[in-house]
């Protein structure tokens, strides 16, 4: 559970609740819920309809209910990076699924979060990394936090190429899925438009080390277009990469910028790059 305070000031006095939580970014499935919440909605201590006119120097407060069940919890060695009453945000491991399926159930980062936060609600993760991916992952405590981030997260990632790459560029090809395959995609100008924005690095063994920043986010985008243009990931097999230096995709999540869901303030969080990779370059 979760209770949100806001002051409010004279450029929202006059202002319906029911607007002032929608400008902040409560959705409207939201909204329901805390009005059918006891107490969800209430102004300088009392309940308070949405209808209801705001004035300078009142207390809105809301309070967010836990939504949704966790999934099994499990104990692992993963680092937080950040932590607040409203976000978490890791850095995952490369080989560790982020969503429980079929083939994986208890041994995700979904089980570990369950295990960590030690609350019984919906796993909300902002934005996937494949399981090999390594790097930062954003997880919503609550449904506000989930809704006000989606698509709204600016990540810089890290990638080992093989060949060398001098000059930055754009790659602007649609991707779909490949065949009658559920896993593997490719370039195809039926496919959904993709963008990749990259700029190298470094370059070491015939290798490049690129920043890549994603103007949009298909599935497997970076290992695509990299593969396509003759520039397979290392440790990419699926995609043609070679797996002489690394076991998995050379993939990381440095950098994530975002606006806090809550306060609003803008944050910047990076990690290292792991063991594996810092070999590479």
Do not use: W
Not at 164 to 191: F, H, M, W
Not at 203 to 215: C, D, P
């Amino acid at each position: 559970m979760r209770t949100i305070e806001f002051l409010i000031d004279e450029n929202s006095s006059g202002v319906k609740i029911r607007d002032y939580l929608r400008n902040f970014g409560v959705s409207s499935s939201l909204l329901t819920k805390l009005k059918n919440t006891e107490n969800g909605i209430t102004k300088n201590g009392v309940f308070a309809k949405t209808i209801e006119m705001l004035e300078t120097g009142d207390v809105l407060r809301i309070i967010i209910e836990n939504s949704g069940h966790m999934p099994t919890p499990t104990k692992m060695d993963i680092e937080v990076c950040y932590e607040d009453d409203d976000i978490l945000v890791l850095n995952k491991p490369a080989f560790l699924p982020v969503h429980e399926s079929l083939n994986h159930r208890g041994d995700t980062l979904s089980n570990f979060v369950s295990y960590y936060l030690n609350e019984d609600t919906a796993f909300r993760a902002v934005f996937r990394l494949d399981r090999d991916t390594s790097g930062l992952i954003l997880i919503a405590k609550h449904e506000l936090s989930a809704s006000k981030l989606a698509g709204k997260i600016k990540k810089d990632y890290y990638a080992v190429v093989e060949g060398e790459i001098k000059e930055g560029g754009t790659i602007n090809l649609p991707i779909a899925r490949c065949g009658e395959s559920i896993i593997k995609r490719r370039v195809d100008s039926n496919g959904e438009r993709a963008v990749t924005h990259y700029e190298p690095v470094s370059h070491k063994n015939s290798n490049t080390l690129l920043k890549i920043n994603l103007e949009t986010g298909r599935t497997h985008q970076i290992r695509v277009h990299f593969s396509h243009i003759g520039h397979p990931l290392l440790g990419d097999e699926l995609y043609g990469g070679s797996t002489a230096l690394i076991n998995r995709q050379a993939l990381h999540c440095k950098a994530i910028y975002f606006t806090h869901p809550v306060t609003e303030k803008e944050i910047a969080i990076s990690c290292d790059f792991p063991e594996d990779i810092k070999k590479l370059i």
